[in-house]
């Protein structure tokens, strides 16, 4: 075992797979001599040189076509958009592109890309640098998005990542990054479309991702303690493919359901989620799906205001208190 | 010049121009839907400058597809089978007219958002260089894709990073029915816009095959020598509306008119009677030749199968 915070858990990925395989290499904004915008990839380019490690202009279209064009020749390209925020300017590769090849070409191109991206507010970044669009992502026939929320999930997804023939979004929550977990040092992979129980519980099912999942345990634990009621909470890890059993299965045994995520309400992931749960367990709840996402509105600088739109714990135990009379 | 491959630009150009005239007509009938634009008049671009690849280049270009598939040797029984949603299409009826793939002759596509398939290119460049293949990029644009961002973020990747990529610009003075006078700050001629990137650039005259050929030859050879992309603009015209959904309203009939007397298919056939190359009893059995071949492909085509409903849901991703 190894302590490790999520910024080294995915630094070890790059590294195992810069070494296992040549045709792998970095490409993104300042990854190389600035050592990367969240220090992931720092000391890469000294490692392994300025062939596999490519400091790029900011041309987020062009990173990522390019990317996509090395895949569809043959190379593992792992490209860095150095946040979620700036992915914007590449949509059009992303979606009409990457997502679309194999599909378009009847499987005879394939674009086995892993774009590495930040997602997630809370630091006081403002509207244009606070967003998460990786549930907006999963909406997308073509893409696997993956968001793991902790070191161990980090390494374990991130190397079944780089074995995809699929081009994947790999979710790095930015306020993750120093989060510390012990991680086996032994070799082990994560499934994709493999949700975790973090907690078990029989009362109610918190079906979460990314960031929330920690803010998803802490509502939990005051929940237990003031209340003394259990809640399941399932950290899904990859949205796409995403683990429906788990979720299904949990909320058959607690007859009610709450998913948490960090984006707005409005289109939010979670909808997705509970629209399918109350066609596959209506029988089983006791109450409604409760959706608790941000406010609709950009993201505020200001740190009152910004924690006024986030999900805290205390929203999510309040939410939970109101809906489901505990 | 070898006299024979002279005469095989004249047979292609011809293909590229029967192949292109039924498809508006089999469009007109129903056959073919969809948008579906037409590569009459072009024809001299793509087959003078395909005709220059070797078999490892890699061909990548935007939806007015089906030249650049044909002259690319692509069976022309599987791209109209295509153009008609078949099983035996190009893609199995996923891709349509502006998706055209071909993978074996690395025909990478086919590409119906204007300039997308330029990042695309870079990376493919990137790819040759990367493992010393020596492979170059044949990346066909037209004038309207010059106005898009990833234009200018992939002419200067592809500079910087020196990147194996022939930039063919088809200007053919419109995108859709704007006329490059009111889309280009620095007016029409567009190969000046490489300058301020570094890279080489040549007008040339995109009705004439034989000139594209010696162009395209002379900027491969730049190209595999190492020194990174070259920009070609080849001026050229549709003698057809932008897709069969046209109005034609904003050109006038007298301006096709004058275009087609440059028609280029027309101007290789003098020349090669000129030059005695060939005589009228050869150029007709050609044209017979090519004639049968295309209603060789409508029949295979008509014939095929429409894909089977359980395919929908196959190649999304790689089999689970
Ligand atoms: C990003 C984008 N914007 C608009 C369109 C609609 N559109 C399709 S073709 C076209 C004109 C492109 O002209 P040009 O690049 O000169 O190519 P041409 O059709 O003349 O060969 C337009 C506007 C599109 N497909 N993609
Ligand atoms: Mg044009």
Redesign the interface.
């Known amino acids: 075992m190894s302590n490790l915070t999520l910024r080294e858990s995915i630094k070890t990925g790059l590294i195992e797979a810069l070494e296992s395989d040549t045709k792998v290499f970095l490409m993104g904004e300042d990854i190389g001599d600035y050592n990367g915008a969240y220090a992931v990839t720092a000391g890469l380019l000294k490692k392994f040189g300025p062939k596999r490690i490519i400091d790029t202009p900011i041309s987020e279209s062009v990173i990522l076509g390019t990317g996509i064009g090395a895949a569809a020749a043959g190379l593992r390209p792992i490209v860095e958009i150095m946040t979620i925020n700036f992915l914007l300017l590449a949509f059009d590769q992303l979606i009409n592109h990457a997502a679309k090849l194999r599909y378009m070409s009847n499987g005879q191109i394939e674009v086995p890309l892993v774009l590495r991206t930040v997602t997630g507010g809370g630091a006081q970044l403002g509207a244009t640098h606070s967003q998460s669009f990786e549930g907006w992502l999963a909406a997308v026939p073509g893409l696997k998005v993956v968001c793991p929320s902790t070191p161990k999930d980090a390494l374990g997804l991130f190397r079944t990542s780089m074995k995809q023939k699929d081009p994947v979004v790999f979710a790095e929550h930015a306020l993750l990054y120093g989060v510390k977990e012990e991680v086996p040092d032994e070799f082990f992979e994560i499934p994709f479309g493999k949700a975790n129980i973090k907690r078990s519980g029989d009362s109610i099912t918190i079906i979460s991702y990314s960031g929330m999942v920690r803010t998803c345990m802490a509502a939990s634990e005051i929940i237990s303690k003031d209340f003394n009621v259990e809640c399941e909470v399932i950290d899904l890890r990859t949205l796409r493919p995403l683990d429906f059993e788990t979720i299904i299965k949990s909320v058959k045994k607690t007859g009610r359901a709450v998913v948490v995520e960090e984006t707005w309400k409005t289109g939010g992931f979670g909808a997705n989620i509970s629209e399918s749960i109350q066609l596959e367990a209506f029988d089983y709840l006791d109450g409604p799906i409760i959706r608790i996402a941000s406010e609709d509105v950009p993201a505020p600088y200001n740190r009152k205001l910004e924690l006024g739109t986030i999900p805290s714990e205390e929203k999510i135990v309040a939410a939970i208190k109101q809906n489901f009379s505990i | 010049m070898d006299q024979s491959k002279t005469i095989k630009l004249y047979q292609d150009m011809l293909l590229l121009r029967r192949f292109e005239e039924e498809t508006g007509r089999l469009y007109m009938e129903g056959d073919i839907r969809g948008f579906c634009h037409l590569y009459i008049g072009e024809e001299a671009i793509a087959v003078g400058s395909i005709s220059c690849l070797s078999e490892k280049d890699?061909i990548?270009t935007h939806y007015r597809d089906h030249g650049h598939a044909l002259a690319r040797g692509i069976n022309p029984k599987n791209i109209m089978s295509e153009l008609m949603g078949k099983s035996d299409g190009?893609?199995?009826g996923?891709?349509g007219s502006m998706?055209i793939?071909?993978?074996?002759k690395r025909f990478?596509?086919g590409?119906a958002?204007v300039g997308?398939q330029?990042?695309?290119?870079?990376?493919?460049?990137?790819?040759?260089k990367?493992?010393e293949e020596n492979s170059i990029v044949l990346c066909f644009l037209g004038d309207g894709a010059v106005n898009e961002?990833?234009f200018h973020?992939?002419m200067?990747?592809a500079s910087?990073w020196k990147l194996p990529i022939l930039f063919c610009l088809e200007n053919n003075l419109y995108g859709m029915g704007t006329h490059v006078n009111k889309t280009r700050s620095s007016g029409k001629d567009i190969y000046k816009i490489a300058d301020s990137y570094k890279i080489p650039s040549m007008q040339i005259d995109g009705m004439d095959v034989l000139e594209v050929q010696k162009a395209t030859q002379q900027s491969i050879e730049k190209i595999r020598s190492g020194e990174g992309p070259v920009f070609l603009e080849a001026m050229c015209y549709r003698f057809r509306g932008h897709s069969m959904a046209d109005p034609s309203s904003y050109r006038k009939s007298q301006e096709v008119v004058e275009w087609q007397k440059n028609d280029p298919i027309i101007k290789l056939e003098k020349f090669l009677s000129n030059q005695k190359i060939i005589d009228q009893q050869k150029i007709l059995k050609i044209k017979e030749s090519v004639d049968s071949e295309i209603f060789d492909c409508i029949e295979f085509a008509k014939n095929s199968p429409d894909p089977k409903i359980e395919s929908l849901l196959?190649?999304?991703?790689?089999n689970e």
């Not at chain 2, 793939?101 to 074996?104: L, W």
């Not at chain 2, 330029?118 to 040759?128: D, E």
């Open positions: 890699y990548i190009t893609s199995a996923k891709g998706h793939f071909d993978v074996s990478m596509g590409h958002i997308g330029l990042p695309i290119a870079c990376g493919l460049g990137f790819a040759s990367y493992q961002g990833e973020e992939s200067n990747l910087l196959e190649n999304v991703y790689q």
